[in-house]
């Protein structure tokens, strides 16, 4: 079973930027597809952005051009490049498969755009 533990959320100000990290427990090398996750207080969670073993991305239409994932299978570790940051980038931020298998989920990173 496969662990995920995410890192590197934090406040920034608008315009500004972050990298997220999840690392995993066991491999990921078998799992096709990882994705970023976000929960913003009150909303469910949405997916934010996949990336497949062979490296092909999707992004939500709202961080498409501002953000971008990547996978190090030889580190077990999923990334999330934030760019342009804005308040409404404000939520805790998860990775998990895509569609998303593994319970219970990490504990989140939590990002706050804020001035």
């Known amino acids: 079973q496969v662990q995920l533990v995410e890192s590197g959320g934090g406040l920034v100000q608008p315009g500004g930027s972050l990298r997220l990290s999840c690392a995993a427990s066991?491999?990921?090398?078998?799992?096709?597809?990882m994705g970023w996750y976000r929960q913003a207080p009150g909303k469910q969670r949405g997916l934010v952005a996949t990336?497949?073993?062979?490296?092909?991305?999707n992004y939500a239409s709202s961080v498409k051009g501002r953000f971008a994932i990547s996978r190090d299978n030889a580190k077990n570790t999923v990334y999330l490049r934030m760019n342009s940051l804005s308040p409404g980038d404000t939520a805790v931020y998860y990775c998990n498969a895509a569609p998303p298998r593994y319970e219970p989920w990490g504990q989140g990173t939590q990002v706050t755009v804020s001035s």
């Open positions: 990336i497949t073993n062979s490296g092909s991305t």
């Open positions: 066991g491999s990921i090398f078998s799992i096709n597809a």
